[in-house]
Nanobody, 120 residues
Framework: VQLQASGGGLVQAGDSLRLSCAAS????????MGWFRQAPGKEREFVAA????????WYSDSAKGRFVISKDKSKNTLYLQMYSLRPADTAVYFC??????????????WGQGTQVTVSS
């Protein structure tokens, strides 16, 4: 099982960015996929998650209203569209699979992370 995250980069405050996470290997039928992030010196935190069918998303308070999580089951790819980025969004973003909602301890598989840096 492999999760390959991509799409990170250096952007300015107010810009948008879309992260992708390509999953290969076994299917995660019935389990959620999600995005988490870790800023320098901080614990990894939940950003957004989505159920297997892609019909039910969950968001952290900081992501709600600015980020949109989605998935393309035909491509086995998870996305995180981020709008109105802030310097506080600067972090390494990780995709994860095989878990439940925003509870990171339940996630079985993790990608390598992609760096998002937002300048003011």
């Amino acid at each position: 099982v492999q999760l390959q995250a991509s799409g990170g980069g250096l952007v300015q405050a107010g810009d948008s960015l879309r992260l992708s996470c390509a999953a290969s290997g076994r299917a995660f039928s019935g389990r959620d996929m999600g995005w988490f992030r870790q800023a320098p010196g901080k614990e990894r935190e939940f950003v957004a998650a989505i159920n297997w069918s892609g019909s039910l998303p969950w968001y952290s308070d900081s992501a709600k209203g600015r980020f949109v999580i989605s998935k393309d089951k035909s491509k086995n790819t998870l996305y995180l569209q981020m709008y109105s980025l802030r310097p506080a969004d600067t972090a390494v973003y990780f995709c994860a699979a095989g878990g439940m909602r925003g509870i990171q301890e339940t996630y079985e598989f993790w990608g390598q992370g992609t760096q998002v840096t937002v300048s003011s």
